[in-house]
């Protein structure tokens, strides 16, 4: 079905580096299927040093990409805001709260998109949410949201958003799928994410203790910031940082990939990680540890394994490789029919034209969107 092209401008927090963030991941996914659909659009990123010394897509070809220095700088794209039919302030961008009441006189409809809506939700609690406040959520004609099932009510009921939906992140099938010819693993089971202090138990528990444990296995855990305390086993190997356009490589290569989900996610439930479907996408079977709504996500058991303990992942490391191998294909399917970038894009592009553009009086929870394998 052809759809109107839209005009799109999107505030993020990166889109021309993903080190240290999965947010550009994301970003790139979604606003190239945008693209593909027809639709314009202008993505703002605040320059910050760390981010330019590692910039591994300083000029997209699927949209504008623009570089400011302070939130007064929008100023200087204030016609492309207002000429702009939908516009989006993303999570973690520097002085958001500024940005969300500067633009709110001049967009026709202003997104927020959390794509940490837990970490959101609990800095909120404790009042130091630095990108949004309880008084500009609002503001917003529509809260996009990585988390949905009761979050969703959360964010309605106790801070006044005027509507929030599940945009759950996204894979580009073109650029994860499966290795071309079949080779032996290179590792039995790897880890691909940026340190992270609440994760790091569950990390050492699903893949360093494995480790400790069967020193006949190779291990792999890519990722910035992991700090020099950490004592890896010697059949553990690091890589520092891994760019996106290695990620399918890298899935390709191992037998299994462990998925560890931040606390306050877990907490939340129903907040997938792009890396759950990255690694789908590339029919490489996944291990997670447990959190309410990922059996809406994947069928658990068939789709994806779950693990609590060493012995757990252990246990799955010695699977034959053909049952290993069927989940995978099957965690693969599963993203071809509900989660490829396309499918968001889809998804927002119903919601703008739908709910925003001519509002059909629905309850504003009333699932709207198609984002996962089964209803939050």
């Known amino acids: 079905m052809s759809e109107a092209p839209l005009r799109i401008v999107v505030i993020g927090l990166s889109l021309s580096s993903s080190w240290g963030n999965g947010h550009a991941t994301t970003y790139r996914a979604l606003l190239r299927a945008l693209a593909a659909r027809g639709h314009t659009i202008l993505f703002l990123e605040c320059d910050r040093p760390w981010y330019a010394a590692h910039r591994d897509l300083p000029d997209p070809d699927f949209c504008r990409l623009a570089l400011y220095d302070r939130v007064e700088d929008l100023a200087d794209f204030r016609a492309e805001i207002a000429a702009a039919d939908f516009v989006i302030i993303g999570s973690y961008v520097v002085d958001a709260i500024r940005a969300a009441r500067m633009l709110r006189p001049w967009a026709r409809l202003l997104a ?69 010819t079949h080779t032996e693993p290179r590792w039995h089971l790897g880890y691909l994410g940026t340190y992270s202090e609440d994760r790091q138990p569950v990390l050492d528990r699903l893949l360093l203790e494995p480790a400790r444990r069967a020193p006949g296995l190779r291990f792999v855990v890519a990722g910035p910031q992991y700090p020099a305390s950490i004592a890896w086993p010697s059949n553990v190997d690091r890589v520092e940082h891994l760019p996106p356009d290695q990620h399918a490589e890298f899935y390709t290569s191992l037998a299994w990939t462990l998925n560890v989900t931040r606390a306050d996610m877990v907490a939340a439930g129903y907040s997938p990680s792009v890396r759950l479907f990255e690694a789908a996408a590339c029919a490489t079977p996944i ?66 034209n739908e709910d925003l553009v001519s509002p059909v009086g629905i309850e504003p929870t009333t699932p709207r969107l198609k984002v996962s394998c089964s209803t939050d």
């Open 287 to 352: 291990i997670s540890d447990a959190w309410e709504g990922l059996g809406s996500i994947f069928e658990i058991g068939t789709e994806i394994l779950c693990a609590g303990s060493a012995e757990d992942v252990l246990a799955a490391l010695h699977w034959p490789s053909a049952r290993y191998r069927a989940l995978g294909e099957a965690a693969r399917a599963c993203v071809l029919r509900h989660h490829t970038a396309d499918h968001r894009a889809a998804a927002l592009i119903a919601l703008i």
């Open 112 to 180: 927020f998109y959390d794509i940490d809506t837990p970490v959101t939700l609990a800095a909120l609690a404790r009042g130091e949410a630095a990108y949004i406040s309880a008084d500009t959520i609002p503001l917003y004609d529509v809260y996009l949201s990585f988390t949905g099932g009761p979050t969703l009510q959360v964010l309605e009921r106790r801070y006044g958003a005027r509507m929030a939906r599940a945009l759950y992140c996204a894979v580009d099938p073109a650029l994860y799928r499966p290795a071309d």
